[in-house]
């Protein structure tokens, strides 16, 4: 894979993109990373890339010429076209199946965005897709770059050193992921689940599956909506409940485990 990112800062991508999983990936020939700095391709003497908005209001906006030219010359000089995204907080909310979706792209485009916001005329022409990390706003669309590749570069078939470690993450399935141990066997008093230590591997597994069900329904209970569980899965989410139940759990928490 190959992604270029446009950005008027591209030095904030020297540190996370140089460590880690990514960086193992670069060395590897996985996935090849290019900084492409906006401003290089400003209309202007003073090297502006925003101004004021037609109609009046706050702030500065960025302007189409810089970026169009931009996106021209990374067109012209590699081959393919590329899926253009805009970091945005009015876009599409970033989850593990657009990361895998993604995943399977030759080439991305990512925009940065700065300022009050970008002239909609690149929205409307060079745009594929807008995506947002959360219902916040950010200085810039930097790190919602870095997020995103992180995300996407992980799910690169021989990136990670398991096929099974992505499959088995949270979200992988819809479910916030099982807990995990290893050795010592006891720490200050805290020991490792007697199941993890039996060998029986068909205990161990039931015993993740509830674990993993018990997570998503105490901490993120609207995932199970759409989470496409099993049979086997209903029968563990409806003891689950009645234990919490019968724990005095609240009500709105058990409640929403029925559905």
Known sequence: MHIDILTLFPEMFEGPFDASIIKRAREKGLVAIDYINIRDYSQNKHNT????????????V??????FEAVDHIK??????????????????????????????????????????????????????????????????ELPAMVL???????????LGETASAEEESFSDG?????HYTKPREYRGLPVPEVLLN????????????????????SRPELLATAGLTDEDRIILKGIVLELEGLGLPEDITRKKRR
Do not use: F
């Open 199 to 218: 060998g029986h591997h068909e205990q161990i597994r039931l015993w993740r599956r509830r674990q993993s069900l018990l997570k998503t329904l105490q």
């Open 149 to 159: 590749v992180d995300a996407v570069v992980r799910l690169i078939p021989g990136v």
């Open 49 to 60: 890339v925003d101004d004021t908005p037609y109609g009046g209001g706050a702030g500065m």
């Open 62 to 67: 960025m302007a189409a010429g810089p970026v």
């Open 175 to 179: 479910l916030l992921e099982y807990p």
């Open 76 to 141: 012209s000089s590699r081959p393919g076209t590329g899926k253009l995204i805009y970091l945005s907080p009015a876009g599409r909310k970033l989850n593990q199946q657009t990361a895998r979706e993604l995943s399977g792209e030759e080439r991305l485009i990512l925009l940065c965005g700065h300022y009050e916001g970008m002239d909609q005329r690149v929205r409307d022409e060079l745009v594929d897709d807008e995506i947002s990390i959360g219902d916040y706003v950010l200085t810039g669309g």
